[in-house]
C-alpha cells in the first residue's frame, strides 16, 4: 500500500458533521472513530510533544486513541489551512484556550477537541468566532445527582430526578462545550444554566460579562454517548455527512 493510499485511508476513517453546504464559512465538526483509524499513520503527524504525551499512558487502548484523535485534529485544521498537518504549530490565546499559532497574515479559524472512549470530535469556527465541542461516554453506574448539585443550577437538578444519567450527560456536555468555548475554566461551569429550547437546540445563559449568551447544539454520535456543541457563530451545524476529510499533507 502506497504512502499516498494510506494517508487517504487515515483520513477516511473521520466523517464529518457540518453546515448547510451553501455556507463554506460556518461551524463544522469532524466525528473521528478512534479504533477503526490507524494510530501508526496518525503518529507522524504529532509533534515531539504530542509524542510525549502519548507515551505517557500506560494503557495501550488509550494511548491510541490520544494518537488518533490528535492526529485528525491536525488533518483537518491542515485541510482547512492548506498547510501540511505536521507543520502547525499550537498555543494557547489570552483565555488559557488552544489555538493554531499565526500562519503568516492569514486569519486561523478557532477550534475545539474532545474525545472519550472511542470517539472523538474535532470542531472548528471561522476566524472570530469561538467554538467549543463535548462529547461524553454515558456512565450509568454513578452518583450523578451528587456531581449535578455541585456543577448545576437548582432548577437543572430538578430535571435530572426524571432524566437519570442520560440527563445528566446532556447538560454536562452543553455545559463543557461552552466553558471550553468561552474560555471561563470549570470553576465558571457552576454559573451555567441550560435553557433546553427543543430535542436538538439549548441555549445557555452564563454570568460571563463577554459571554453570557451562547446556542447549544447536541449531536448524535454513537449510542451510549452525549455531545454538544456551543459557538459564537452565527451559523450551527446542520446535518451529518459520511464526506471524508481531506487526506493530510506533510511537509
Not at 48 to 56: G, I, Q
Not at 153 to 163: H, I
Not at 185 to 198: F, I, K, Q, Y
Amino acid at each position: 500500500m502506497g504512502v499516498r493510499h494510506r494517508r487517504a485511508l487515515f483520513a477516511s476513517r473521520v466523517s464529518r458533521v457540518r453546515p448547510d453546504p451553501a455556507d463554506a464559512a460556518g461551524v463544522r465538526v469532524w466525528r473521528v472513530d478512534l479504533d477503526r483509524a490507524g494510530a501508526r499513520r496518525g503518529w507522524r503527524l504529532l509533534s515531539c510533544a504530542e509524542r510525549e504525551r502519548a507515551l505517557a499512558f500506560a494503557d495501550p487502548v488509550e494511548r491510541r486513541r490520544y494518537v488518533v484523535a490528535h492526529a485528525a485534529l491536525r488533518t483537518v485544521l491542515g485541510g482547512l489551512c492548506g498547510v501540511p498537518a505536521d507543520r502547525l504549530g499550537f498555543g494557547r490565546d489570552g483565555s488559557g484556550r488552544p489555538c493554531l499559532l499565526p500562519l503568516g497574515r492569514r486569519p486561523v479559524p478557532d477550534f475545539n477537541l474532545s474525545h472519550s472512549g472511542a470517539w472523538a470530535l474535532v470542531a472548528t469556527a471561522p476566524p472570530g468566532a469561538r467554538v467549543g465541542v463535548d462529547v461524553e461516554q454515558v456512565r450509568a453506574r454513578f452518583d450523578h445527582l451528587a456531581l449535578a448539585r455541585r456543577f448545576y443550577q437548582p432548577e437543572e437538578v430538578a430535571r435530572l430526578r426524571a432524566t437519570g444519567p442520560e440527563g445528566f450527560f446532556r447538560l454536562w456536555t452543553a455545559k463543557e462545550a461552552y466553558v471550553k468555548a468561552s474560555g471561563v475554566g470549570l470553576a465558571g461551569m457552576s454559573d451555567v444554566l441550560v435553557r433546553e429550547g427543543s430535542a436538538t437546540h439549548a441555549t445557555v445563559l452564563s454570568r460571563s460579562a463577554r459571554f453570557p449568551e451562547c446556542r447549544v447544539r447536541w449531536l448524535d454520535v454513537a449510542p451510549g454517548y452525549a455531545a454538544a456543541l456551543v459557538t459564537t457563530a452565527l451559523v450551527m451545524t446542520a446535518l451529518v455527512t459520511t464526506a471524508s476529510t481531506p487526506a493530510p499533507r506533510t511537509g
